[in-house]
């Protein structure tokens, strides 16, 4: 058995119902991305004479160039981009025929994610998993969390390892920062694109203030309250410009990105083809104009007055799942990130509203799973999208303004 260790834990409480559902999940884990493979698994898979391992000894391949014990080598997907063992029923041979000891790190805690803060373990999920998906997205009450005394998986391998007491400048303040990120984007009182705005002034403000943090957090968190409670915020909002040629025009860039990486999982490709279509599926930017303003109104905006909670639970995993926004090395950069990130998804789901003419909650789920899986999980792409953005001067406060509020 896979034996499991006690300690302090912060959860949200989704994951104390999650529950993997195998064969009848409609996607699966084993398919579209890289296994990688910890040094003690491989070396485990080396060393067995089962049939499995000789014969597919071939797909087993050490990576040369890995940069931790985690990494050290990976399964080589086959020609559909799935495992070579993953069974007709969409279960994995390896744990049938061997058991949950022989997996490796990461197929024995996906999609769970840990990081560790003090001494204290952060486990969360991923929406690339659809069940994880469901228990984030459909929660009307929103995320909230629970610190217990639970057990952790052997094989949990920590994404970030955080030590706030010896850190200095913004680090040292990540945890009432993140704290902070959260109730805005929490704080229904204003729109969700409102409290991305002042999330961004937020954490603008900490940005340019890094070199004096110690004596300007307070009024940087006295300033960020007034915000909120201030009703200048939503009639300054309201007078900001719409660009939407702007936005249509940078996030064409960036699908056009991801598309020439390589796409392999069939679900968002069909997405992004409903997308386009549900734009009109021109390259002409007024024509595609016109078909998102169609969109956003008369199908996007109504679903969203109710459901609105589907993003916000969305960019509140993001934040602790990636322990936000200390993920980059200026917390403006990952700002920038989480922007793209929903800009993307709600660019997605209004062509798709139109294309469908309307929304439901499966389809949203189903799209921001499959977004999830094909690009939050692709570093090079996100590495890719932060360089195009510095490279033209477009990662400014103003800049994301336009991409929130189009």
């Known amino acids: 058995m896979n034996k499991k260790r006690t300690a302090k834990m912060l959860v949200p409480q989704y994951m104390h119902s999650f529950r993997c559902i195998g064969g009848e ?6 398919v579209g991305w890289n296994v990688w493979i910890d ?18 000894e071939q797909v087993i391949k050490r990576n040369k160039n890995n940069t931790s014990k985690f990494d050290y080598a ?14 007709e029923e969409k279960l994995c041979r390896i744990h049938e025929e061997l058991g949950e000891d022989f997996l490796c790190s ?49 094989k949990a391998a920590y994404h970030s390892a955080l030590h706030l007491n010896n850190e200095k400048g913004v680090r040292k303040y990540f945890w009432p920062i993140r704290v902070l ?72 860039q960036l699908i056009e990105i991801r598309k020439k990486m390589g796409l392999q999982n069939n679900k968002y490709v069909q997405y992004l083809e409903q997308m386009i279509q549900g734009f009109g599926g021109s390259d002409n930017i007024e024509r595609m104009a016109e078909c998102y303003e169609e969109g956003i109104t008369k199908y996007y905006e109504p679903f969203m007055k109710e459901k609105g909670y589907m993003l916000e639970n969305y960019l509140v995993n993001y934040v602790f799942k990636n322990l936000f926004p ?20 709600r660019l997605h789901l209004i062509g798709i509203a139109r294309f469908h003419r309307g929304l439901n909650e499966q389809l ?42 189009s």
């Open 364 to 405: 949203v789920v189903m799209l921001i799973q499959s977004f999830s899986k094909t690009i939050e999980h692709n570093k090079q792409y996100l590495k890719t999208v932060l360089d195009i953005l510095r490279a033209n001067d477009i990662n400014s406060m103003s800049f994301m303004t336009v991409l929130i509020n």
């Open 25 to 30: 999940c409609e996607d699966t884990c084993c």
């Open 326 to 345: 200390i993920d980059k090395e200026d917390v403006f950069d990952s700002y920038v990130m989480i922007v793209v990130h929903y800009t993307l998804i």
């Open 39 to 56: 040094r003690d698994t491989y070396k485990k898979y080396k060393k067995t004479t089962h049939r499995l391992f000789a014969e597919n």
């Open 106 to 154: 990461t197929c024995a805690i996906y999609p769970r994610t840990f990081n560790l803060v003090n001494d204290v373990v952060e486990k969360s999920g991923t929406l690339s998993c659809p069940e994880i998906a469901r228990l984030v997205l459909l929660n009307p009450n929103g995320i909230e969390f629970d610190e217990i005394e639970g057990e952790v998986e052997k």
């Open 74 to 87: 990976n399964i080589r997907m086959n020609e559909s981009g799935a495992c070579p063992f993953l069974s």
């Open 181 to 252: 990120c959260i109730q805005i984007l929490q704080d229904r009182r204003l729109s969700l694109e409102e409290r991305l705005i002042v999330l961004g002034m937020f954490l603008k403000k900490i940005s340019e203030n890094k070199d004096h943090i110690d004596v300007m957090f307070e009024q940087i968190c006295q300033y960020t309250y007034q915000m909120l409670d201030d009703l200048f915020v939503k009639q300054h909002i309201a007078t900001l410009p719409k660009k939407l040629g702007i936005q249509l025009s940078i996030c064409q």
